[in-house]
DNA sequence: CCCCGAACCTGACAGC
DNA sequence: TGCTGTCAGGTTCGGG
């Protein structure tokens, strides 16, 4: 459930359920899924010698709030620690007590009142973070502005664009430039604006650029109110899936709403969809 | 310094 | 049926 709008729609069905509850355990299934030693936090693979127990730092923290930053779940606690989850390609996070359904818990939140939070991801690239407030920059230092942020506007791309030799495609999705868009969302933002994925970003005119922020903030502002996209459906019982994917009118489609034909291509390890038609 | 492909994993699916 | 190859919503690392 990886992008801005199903990370937004995780953070509000969870925030109903989860604030209020008090932690007395997270347990860790998946090593390395649990992460809280700063000198490790972003390694791919954590080393033997840089694992730390974190028992200490979230027994009897009460939840008193969750919210999103980027793609980043941000659990916020009474205590001096925060907990911060990226769910990467497949991980999810379950409000519910363990059951058959679920093959790949990689983590499991134990709330003093017989409750659980699972996650599970059966990929096993997402993380759990486990760090002291005030820290929370490390791990979201790097991330550009949020797309519904007065900061991200045709005039910061125009000036951060200038120096860069890249395409609008890989400068939508690293998180550096904006926050929260992914594969999908890229793709449907560019059909949007009808650009062309490969265009280099120095050579966008003000209106193109103006353009792609106001597609961007309709299609994350549609894809939320659907709760997002769900794609390749091996879910659970009960967790929700989003309808945004009845609307998506390029990413894996064959044809656009025009009619044409849908090119698929190869950029940047994954696959952009678009119509040479509809983009210049 | 910037950029891209590989790496990190498991599962689904198409084709033989 | 069972094998092989390809693909998957993300980020980090290392080589060019």
């Given amino acids: 459930m990886p ?6 729609t995780v953070v509000r069905e969870l925030g109903e359920k989860i604030i209020g ?27 033997e010698e840089d694992y730390l127990s974190h028992d200490s730092m979230v027994k009897g923290a009460k939840i008193i709030g969750i919210t999103r930053r980027g793609k980043y779940i941000i659990i916020t606690t009474d205590t001096d620690y925060e907990i911060i989850v990226h769910l990467r390609m497949t991980g999810k996070l379950i409000n519910s007590s363990p059951n058959d359904s679920l093959k790949h818990i990689r983590a499991l939140f134990y709330f003093t009142d017989s409750t659980y939070l699972i996650f599970n991801d059966p990929r096993t690239f997402g993380k759990i973070y486990i760090i002291p407030k005030g820290k929370t920059d490390m791990v979201i230092r790097s991330l550009g502005p949020e797309p519904f942020s007065q ?20 400068a939508l999705l690293n998180q550096e430039i904006v926050a929260g868009l992914g594969n999908i969302y890229v793709c449907e933002i560019l059909y949007d604006s009808g650009i062309m994925f490969d265009r280099s970003v120095s050579a966008l005119s003000k209106a193109e650029l103006k353009k792609i922020v106001k597609s961007t903030r309709e299609i994350l502002t549609e894809a939320i109110k659907c709760n997002g996209t769900t794609i390749s459906d091996f879910r659970s019982v009960d967790d929700k899936t989003g309808t945004f994917q ?35």
Avoid: W
């Fill in 151 to 170: 900061d991200f506007s045709a005039e910061y791309l125009f000036n951060r664009f200038s120096k860069m030799k890249t395409t609008i495609r890989n």
């Fill in 246 to 280: 009845n609307f998506l009118k390029v990413y894996g489609k064959k044809t656009c709403p025009q009619g044409h034909q849908i090119s698929r291509v190869k950029a940047g390890g994954r696959s952009s969809y678009f119509c040479d038609k509809c983009q210049k």
């Fill in 3 to 8: 992008e801005l709008p199903e990370v937004e």
């Fill in 21 to 47: 509850k008090v932690i007395d355990k997270i347990e860790e299934n998946y090593r390395g899924t649990v992460r809280c030693n700063e000198s490790s936090l972003f390694c791919l693979k954590e080393k």
